[in-house]
């Protein structure tokens, strides 16, 4: 607000100077003027040499063009500024009653100082959780104002601020600064922090947090549960003040979204720090992937330049170049020839792999029938097996035929198709991650010039061949997963053969869903928190997903419907409004999805205080004080008064702001007193008052 049109005042003329010579000049004159000045004096006498002195003084005046200036000025209103604090802290207990009345008094109380003009700021939470930073508000408040003109500034806060200055000097003025500080001496919280927050984890270990219970007036032990995304993992009755270590599994690949929570105390101001969240991004350790290829044949290097040249696969690769039908007498002891580690491999240790490919493996007795019901065990149990076709598959050797049939989602018809085809995105390829945006455009891609026939009877059919026929088919089997290549000429498009395709991203994607990879999902339900947003995703093979229900720290629940952005994918954002920890469901699918930083600042110190701020109040001369002395009190603001002199801005009861005394010049009036008939006047006087007193002193 601003204070009632303030008048001009004239202040009193001073005298000025505009010389019309150098000021070098002007002293040679004048040293020159003296020296005529003393010959006169002894030789023509005293009043002869002082007439001659004041002729010359006043031409040396009149060259340094005096006059008498008098300014005309407006005074200009001084700038008070009221930062209010209304931050999450300040909504504990009473603060948030205690600030507004606080507020509307100091305003009312400014609004009556004459020549004071107020600049009201309110300043949240800072972005990212980053804390209550008033002075940063204080600082933008005030860019546009001369430093002397502040008269002060006064504080609304609880005292928990993060961005005070280190000094007086870093304000940028030298008004005094005042606190008021809301809330009450007596406080009781208790809250969980993280003292060592991991942000990886290698899936299937443990991973160790290191969390602090933390509280004034409470019991000194406190139970501590710990959640991993939503499920219980267990509690432990945890002692206060000092770091607990929990050894936290690593579940799954992508986030692992790590709640931990303390239980209430009682009376305590709030139990929003009760909860912290802690996501963990699970990453696997070397994917190990085991390659058998049935015989040598141009693709097989394009499998094992695929593998090799991605860094998180460890692979293990042989490739059948003797089969034990083989006969040709060559003595075993010249064979340059390692064996086929089938027990260590398909017995031992099977389980160690994530992914097992069959490129082009026939049944040639290599492996023993019960190897075939081990692996069909390992995909039952969470296994990936690829099997990439080529003519083998339809015949009487192929691997359909052993116990690997009744996990298989197709069987060989025993046609091979030797003709060329382009390869094509089916409808149900277009919402799977694995094939959907596949660049380069299906009709550039090159063709492909053999495809196995078969009898698909489960899973997707991603892509499709000649006369449309089946070409890669993904199912799930109990807890593994499987995929079947039904033709062997994926190479062609390494080779570049009609401009080639996008072998790399199909292949890399095809294995990497194998082995679990969380963005390729075909059912997923995702969450990202970021600038105040939380951006909601969908992948779905459906049409069309169901509604999410969104529910907030708080417990409120919103039901949010998803829009389509491409085929199987939806989306939707909502704005958050609180810090913590989201949830949400369609019903089928749970995620979660934390909203601000691990560790809020605003809600690691709850407790108002005096102390922070008392420091550079003191070395501005301004003041802190609670606005209530007793708990429950209402609250008490201190008068607010104008000091003009003295170095003493507070006292008991009052506060007070300095008036800084600024105007602005609105015009200028110069009567010149050297210049014009006045001055020549003088001159002209001054030289006959000499001639005559001369011509005296001759006739005596």
């Known amino acids: 607000m ?17 010389p019309l010579l150098p ?9 020159a003027a003296c020296v005529v000045m003393l010959v006169a004096v002894f030789g023509r006498g005293l009043w002869s040499g002082l007439l001659r002195g004041v002729a010359m003084a006043l031409l040396i005046g009149a060259l340094a063009n005096p006059a008498l200036v008098s300014e005309e000025r407006e005074p200009l209103n001084d700038i008070a500024v ?14 948030e009653a205690q600030t507004t009345a606080v507020s509307e008094e100091v ?6 100082l004459p020549g004071v003009e107020v600049r009201r700021v309110e300043m949240a939470e800072g972005d990212g959780g980053d804390g209550t930073r008033l002075f940063g508000a204080l600082a933008r408040t005030l860019a546009d104002v001369p430093a002397e003109r502040v008269a002060g500034a006064i504080l609304i806060t609880d005292g928990v601020v993060h961005d005070i200055p280190a000094t007086a000097g870093a304000l940028g003025f030298t008004a005094p600064l005042h606190a008021l500080v809301t809330g009450e001496r007596q406080e009781r919280d208790r809250r969980v922090a993280l003292v060592d927050a991991p942000r990886f ?40 003040g000092r770091p607990v270590p929990l050894s936290i ?21 709030t139990d929003a720090n009760n909860r912290a969240v802690l996501t963990i991004e699970g990453v696997r350790d070397k994917l190990r992937v085991l390659l058998v290829s049935g015989e040598p044949h141009p693709g097989e290097r394009t499998w094992r330049n695929l593998l090799k040249s991605d860094a998180n696969v460890d692979l293990v690769h042989f490739t059948i170049l003797r089969p034990p039908e083989k006969q040709d007498g060559t003595p075993i002891n010249e064979l340059s020839l390692i064996a086929f580690p089938t027990r260590a491999l398909f017995q031992e240790r099977i389980g160690d792999f994530d992914l097992i490919i069959f490129d082009r493996y026939a049944n040639l007795t290599v492996l023993p029938p019960i190897y075939y019901d081990n692996i069909a065990d390992y995909v039952r149990n969470g296994g990936a097996l690829l099997l990439a076709a080529g003519p083998e598959f339809s015949g009487a050797s192929s691997v359909a035929r052993t116990s690997l049939g009744a996990i298989l989602p197709a069987t060989p018809d025993g046609r091979i198709h030797e003709t060329d085809f382009r390869p094509r995105v089916t409808g149900t390829g277009s919402r799977h991650p694995v094939t959907r945006d596949l660049p380069g455009g299906a009709s550039n891609w090159g063709m492909w010039l053999r495809q196995i026939g078969a009898q698909v009877h489960g899973g997707d059919i991603l892509m499709d061949g000649a006369d449309a026929l089946p070409l890669l088919v993904l199912s799930r089997h109990e807890r593994g997963r499987i995929a079947l290549l039904l033709s062997d000429h994926a190479w062609l498009w390494a080779r570049g053969f009609q401009g080639g395709g996008p072998h790399v991203d199909l292949l890399r994607r095809l294995s990497h869903w194998l082995m679990r990879e969380p963005a390729l999902e075909e059912e997923a339900l995702r969450a990202t928190a970021r600038d105040g947003i939380i951006a909601i995703e969908r992948q779905t093979m459906a049409d069309a997903p169901p509604p999410v229900t969104l529910t907030a720290p708080d417990g409120r629940t919103q039901t949010v419907t998803l829009a389509p952005v491409k085929p199987g994918l939806f989306s939707a954002s909502v704005e958050n409004r609180q810090l913590g920890l989201y949830r949400l469901t369609d019903g089928t699918l749970s995620a979660f999805v934390n909203a601000g930083p691990d560790n809020p600042r605003e809600l690691a110190d709850v407790f108002s205080d005096t102390a922070r701020l008392s420091p550079l109040a003191r070395a501005t001369s301004g003041s802190v004080r609670r606005v209530t002395d007793t708990d429950g009190a209402p609250p008490a603001v201190p008068r607010i008064e104008l000091v003009h002199a003295g170095s003493a801005f507070a006292g008991d009861g009052w506060i007070g702001l300095r008036p800084s005394g600024s105007a602005v010049v609105r015009g200028v009036r110069e009567f010149p007193l050297g210049i014009g008939l006045a001055g020549l006047a003088l001159i002209i006087w001054a030289a006959l008052a000499a001639w005559i007193v001369e011509s005296r002193r001759r006739g005596a």
């Open 107 to 112: 305003a009312r109380r400014l609004a009556a």
């Open 23 to 31: 000021p070098a000049a002007l002293a040679g004159l004048a040293l």
């Open 249 to 269: 599994p690593i579940d799954h690949p992508g986030p692992n979204v790590l709640e931990l929570e303390v239980e209430p105390l009682a009376g305590e101001m």
């Open 201 to 240: 984890g290698i899936v299937g270990r443990t991973q160790t947090v290191r969390v602090l219970i933390d509280e004034r007036g409470g019991t000194g032990t406190a139970r501590l549960t710990a959640r991993r995304d939503g499920t219980l993992l267990g509690s432990v009755q945890a002692p206060t």
């Open 2 to 18: 601003l204070a009632d049109a303030l008048p001009i005042f004239a202040f009193s003329p001073t005298l000025a100077f505009s």
């Open 82 to 95: 009221v930062v209010t604090d209304r931050s999450a802290s300040q909504k504990l207990g009473a603060r």
